[in-house]
């Protein structure tokens, strides 16, 4: 996906959001992360937006710190403000990233061809699985990922998360997990073992294979959606093994 259409995508999921948190009590419970009620959520996903922001419209080369993160979230807004406040922080995001030269410099934390691809990017991919944790608070059932972009979410994530040495995804036994989107071109191999996991692309033998429409692999593998939602071949423990150690956390 080219940067213009990420930044496309991105003012989307975004208002979606909004929309949808705008119609939901803020105490609602979100189902897809159960620490969390639908403010948290909203709060999690506007200081996000900053802190993304400040790094591109900055030229960062180092993250923020604890400082500089709060200094670029502002004060917590109230109840009240908390919808709107979203609405501002995501629309400057969009507007920071449109403007952004090509040639950003800047700092990013996963492989990715330019800093500025890298932060439209990852932006995207919050918001859109976020958006999908609003609909769940809002007991509606998640609006498509269009096929490309879930197959790009399913990229970042294998290729960019995964692999990192920080991962939990770890097997005392090596053992591989095929994805395969129905409707995509795009497939990939992880294999799991004491070391951090080896990311290929392409088809091959595997001891558990996933396979469905790109939406459904990007819901699962966010840990947004059951396994009962795809075709499952194989060692279905590799499935459990992945929800209960690859989730990604901010930190």
Same mark, same amino acid.
Request: hydrophobic fraction near 45%; aromatic fraction near 6%.
């Given at each position: 996906?080219?940067?213009?259409?990420?930044?496309?995508?991105?003012?989307?999921?975004?208002?979606?959001?909004?929309?949808?948190?705008?119609?939901?009590?803020?105490?609602?419970?979100?189902?897809?992360?159960?620490?969390?009620?639908?403010?948290?959520?909203?709060?999690?996903?506007?200081?996000?937006?900053?802190?993304?922001?400040?790094?591109?419209?900055?030229?960062?080369?180092?993250?923020?710190?604890? &400082?500089?993160?709060? *200094? %670029?979230? /502002?004060? +917590?807004?109230?109840?009240?403000?908390? =919808?709107?406040?979203? @609405? !501002?922080?995501?629309?400057?995001?969009?507007?920071?990233?449109?403007?952004?030269?090509?040639?950003?410099?800047?700092?990013?934390?996963?492989?990715?061809?330019?800093?500025?691809?890298?932060?439209?990017?990852?932006?995207?991919?919050?918001?859109?699985?976020?958006?999908?944790?609003?609909?769940?608070?809002?007991?509606?059932?998640?609006?498509?990922? &269009?096929?490309?972009? *879930? %197959?790009? /979410?399913? +990229?970042?994530?294998?290729?960019?998360? =995964?692999?990192?040495? @920080? !991962?939990?995804?770890?097997?005392?036994?090596?053992?591989?997990?095929?994805?395969?989107?129905?409707?995509?071109?795009?497939?990939?191999?992880?294999?799991?073992?004491?070391?951090?996991?080896?990311?290929?692309?392409?088809?091959?033998?595997?001891?558990?294979?996933?396979?469905?429409?790109?939406?459904?692999?990007?819901?699962?593998?966010?840990?947004?959606?059951?396994?009962? *939602?795809?075709?499952?071949?194989?060692?279905?423990?590799?499935?459990?093994?992945?929800?209960?150690?690859?989730?990604?956390?901010?930190?």
């Amino acid at each position: 996906m080219e940067i213009p259409e990420l930044v496309d995508v991105l003012r989307h999921e975004g208002a979606l959001l909004a929309d949808t948190a705008a119609g939901t009590p803020l105490d609602a419970p979100v189902p897809t992360c159960p620490d969390w009620r639908l403010r948290d959520l909203l709060l999690h996903t506007g200081q996000v937006h900053r802190w993304a922001a400040a790094h591109v419209k900055g030229g960062l080369a180092r993250p923020l710190d604890e &400082a500089g993160q709060e *200094a %670029a979230w /502002g004060p +917590a807004p109230a109840d009240a403000d908390l =919808v709107e406040w979203f @609405r !501002t922080g995501h629309a400057d995001l969009v507007a920071v990233l449109a403007a952004a030269p090509a040639d950003l410099a800047c700092w990013s934390f996963l492989p990715a061809p330019s800093p500025l691809a890298f932060w439209a990017r990852r932006q995207l991919h919050e918001t859109t699985v976020h958006r999908v944790d609003a609909e769940a608070a809002a007991g509606t059932a998640p609006t498509p990922v &269009a096929p490309a972009v *879930a %197959a790009d /979410g399913l +990229a970042e994530l294998l290729t960019g998360f =995964v692999p990192r040495p @920080r !991962t939990r995804l770890r097997s005392d036994t090596p053992r591989t997990l095929a994805v395969r989107p129905t409707d995509r071109a795009e497939s990939w191999l992880v294999t799991v073992g004491r070391e951090q996991p080896q990311v290929r692309p392409g088809a091959g033998p595997a001891d558990c294979t996933v396979s469905g429409p790109a939406h459904d692999l990007y819901l699962l593998l966010w840990n947004r959606l059951g396994a009962d *939602a795809v075709a499952v071949d194989g060692d279905r423990s590799l499935l459990e093994l992945w929800r209960t150690t690859a989730g990604i956390t901010w930190s």
